[in-house]
């Protein structure tokens, strides 16, 4: 079954302000990205399972002007405070490539 | 029909863009040049301790280049969020870089400077007559929080840049501003409808970045009541409705929802159209105007102070028992720290292990997948510098010389790329404030000094 890294154009992760984080996965055209709808894969439920939060703190919005899809979580910590790994919040994708899209 | 054309030369500045760039982007007869100069993306370290997160050096050659090419085509210049932050000595950096470059270069022109440090005693009148309110899961703000902090800006929208214009200004210089701002200001200066507007100025602020390849370059976006068009100066660019599109999401929680000073732009119903191989057109935004206005207050205050080292290890046995070991180098540590008067409540000993879950943390779903090397961060916090090296320095010898079951590397576990090992980082921030402030007139809080060089 292809994977987001082999159906999307776009996969990355990048702050929302200094509090949230915000994963956007773009895909090519219209009509794929309406295939990616119509699997239900991508979804709430699915960044709450990949980033270990719960359903409740996850924004997450079609758009399908861009033929993309937008998930806003709230960092592990604040932007560039104690113990953040990532201030930019850029590196923080990589655990959708792999998810599954059966289209 | 009224068309307005604005050309941002770069992303940040300071990260550079080509000059040939610069000269076509010119020979399109831009109404104006600007360029952005950063965000909280930083960090908090920045908005801290008042210096910007480009060097001096960058920052004066984007200066230079963007000056010469206003003052020669008789255009505004406008610079948002100065030096990266925008407080008030980020602000005096670029003031002084203007007037230095203006003296070089014999160039003369009309100079505002917009401001946008606030005062603390300002704003606690502002918190006591609850004028001030929490954004996302921020607690509401405590008076402790405003004497805390390091500094406080407040994010300006498009009306002190609009004032600045108005007053004849050519080089307009501001402090924390949201990033579309100054583009917005100018174009609806012009006439233009905000929405479009504003959606040139989210193409604008961060330039070539709504083309592919990405990269710190120029854009030109041509913004009318009805569309705006965005193109890459630069023909190894292109403006495609995918990379438009893409960056229409940029660093904003929703894709449809950007609240910004004095409304909201509503992006649900916009259509992104080729006009050509190398431009875009998008069209359909919406605005709605806010009441009351409000404008974002960030701020900064200490948070602690830091030393680290950075070391890595080839050893599989090591590697094998890692977290068995990393436990006792731990151990170790506070048994040494506490010998020389350094207890468990003194510090914060944070252990990065990359090759593991350096960059993704608890997060990361492949923690045991280690390989043949991994590399560790030691960071050291604590409340001041001295405890920080101290405790730190006994860690790294920890790192290096503690033993392990197994162990055949008896002479040291670690490799250190560097002598001294040991990296004194200074103070730590962290972003205090995430609120915002009413106002009735979105002038008032942005002081607005001109003069003439």
Known sequence: MPTIREVAKVCKSKNAGPFDLTIDVVFADAETYRKVVESGVLNAGLFARLYGV???????TP???ANAFKATIPRLVPSGDIGDTDVYGAQQHAPLLDVELPI | MNEYRMLSVTATHGYGFPISSLEAGMSRKPDMIGADGGSVDPGPHYLGIGEPFCSKRAIRRDLQLMLRAAIEHKIPLVMGTCGGAGGEPHLQLLAEMARDIAREDGLHFKMALIHAEQDKGDLKKRLREKKIHPLGRMADLE???????ERVVAMMGPEPFMAALEAGAQVILAGRSSDPAPWAACAQRAQISPAPAWFAGKMLECAATASIPKGHDCLLVTVTDDYVECEAPNPERACTPLSVANHSLHENPSPIHHIEPGGLLDTANCKFEAVSDRATRISGMEWTPAD???VKLEAAELAAYRAFTICGTRDPLLIETLDDFLGHV???T??????FGAG???????IRTY???GVMGEREPLKNNLGHEVGFLVEVVADDQETANSVLSISRTQMLHTDFPGRMCREGNMAFPFSPSDVEAGPVYRFSMHHVLDVEDPLVPFPIEYETL
């Open chain 2, 292 to 294: 009351p206005y409000t």
């Open chain 1, 63 to 65: 758009y399908e002007a």
């Open chain 2, 334 to 339: 506070a048994s040494k720290a506490a010998d």
């Open chain 1, 54 to 60: 719960s359903e409740n703190e996850v924004l997450f």
């Open chain 2, 143 to 149: 008076e402790e929080t405003i004497d805390h902090a």
């Open chain 2, 344 to 350: 468990p409540d003194d510090y914060k000993l944070i």
């Open chain 2, 355 to 357: 090759g593991r879950d």
């Open chain 2, 330 to 332: 731990r151990d170790n």
